[in-house]
Each structure stands twice: as C-alpha cells, then as structure tokens.
C-alpha cells in the first residue's frame, strides 16, 4: 500500500515537533535579571508626609515594580538614608565594601542627593555659595568613582522639585533660584559623567495638593508614583 506525500510529510513534522523541547513553547520572553541599586537621602529612603520617620514605598520601590511588570526580575538594594548628604553618600561609595560590591554588580542605579546640603545652610547666605561647591564636588567624586567601579552600568540622576510650595510669595522669590541652582549643578556634574538627568520641578508643580499635600518637604505617594515614572520613561529607552 502507498503511502501519499501528504500523509508523510505529516508524520515527518510531527516527529520535528515531538523532538524539540518544551522550552521552544514556552508563552513569553524568559526573565531578566538585573540588579538596581538606589543612593540617595530621604526621598530615595522612603518618608512621606504621613509616615513620620518611618520607612513607606518610595519612587525607587515604584521603579522596581515597573522592572517587574517589564518581566525582569530585580535584585534591588536600597541604600539611602533620610538627611543624608552628599559628603556622607561619597564617604560610603569612597570606603563601604557592601556598597562597592553591590554598584559592581548593578546594571541600574538611580541617585537623589544635595538638597540637605543646601537646607543646613538656608538662613546662612555667606555659607550657600559653599554648600553649592560641596554638591558639584562631592557628586562628580561619587560618579566619577561610579563609573571606575562599574563602567557600563546605567545611572540616573534626580533634579528637585520645589519643596516649600506653600511658603510666602517673598519666600519662594528667595527659595526657587536656590533650587534652581542646585538641579543646574546636579544636571552639569550628570551630563559629565555621561550619565542621565531626571528633572521632577515642572511634573510635582502640576498638582502640589496631590504630590506634595502638606507643608512637608517629602512627597506623597502619589508623588513618588509619578517620580518613578519620570525615571522609567528615560530607563525604558536605553534597559535593553
């Protein structure tokens, strides 16, 4: 009895199926790992209006859930610290071993830090133009040594939103070219370095009721949200 051409080139693909392995049908692109590292102070930390001191989720705990629903799987190391300044976060990337290691290991790492430089010295006008020096000098020590220790990982820098708000029309006419002096600074040493800048001035102004509710210099939740997603939009360009 013959066989047609057509039942045999059936059984001929159905062997090729049979044969290869499961994984070849498996729904979706296998999991990334990465590692992300946060540095920063008290908004990288986690402290919002309502919490106190005690720790709540912050923008970077907002970035890995966005790693996560982009099928990544996330080793996430949290290192900052409320009234952290930048002279303390370059003293742990200049001497902490478990800092070193974990920015060696990191494909992403997201930094805020300056603002509390600039808050210890706000009713001292002869020590401003100091702290603003401390700032550019101490962050490009920390990118520069950054980039020593891990020179292909990604790193994300944060510009300031305008933490009083609520604050007198005299005073905000005081406060805002600060900060804006402050996110130059930031910006300037982060293009140096080859790394990117994340402005948050103009996206937090949008609705201080919302992000930034109390006369508190920390966001809310829904703040943090929408910091995280300033972030994302220039991490999704450049993760793969």
Partial sequence: MKISRKFSSLVLTG?????????????GPAKKVIDYVALGDSLAYGITPEGGLTRDLSY????????EQSQYTVGFKN??????TSEQLKQDVLTK?????????AEFITID????????VMNNPARIPVA?????????TILAAIE??????????MGYYNPFPYRSQEQQAAILPLLNRLNQIIEVSANAYGNTYVPTAEIIAKDYETYLPK????????????????????????KD
Avoid: C
């Fill in 15 to 27: 062997a090729l199926l049979v044969s290869l392995p499961m994984s070849t049908f498996a729904n």
């Fill in 148 to 157: 020593q220790l891990n020179p292909s990982v990604k790193v994300y820098v």
């Fill in 132 to 140: 603003f020096n401390s700032v550019a000098v101490n962050l490009q």
């Fill in 97 to 105: 071993n478990d800092v070193q290691t974990k920015i060696k290991e």
């Fill in 79 to 84: 290192y900052g610290f409320p009234g952290y």
């Fill in 60 to 67: 970077t705990d907002y970035l890995v859930n966005r790693f």
């Fill in 113 to 120: 830090i300056g603002s509390n430089d600039l808050f210890q």
């Fill in 215 to 238: 006369d508190n210099v920390h966001l809310s939740l829904e703040g943090y949200q929408l910091v995280a997603k300033e972030f994302w939009k220039n991490i999704d360009k450049s």
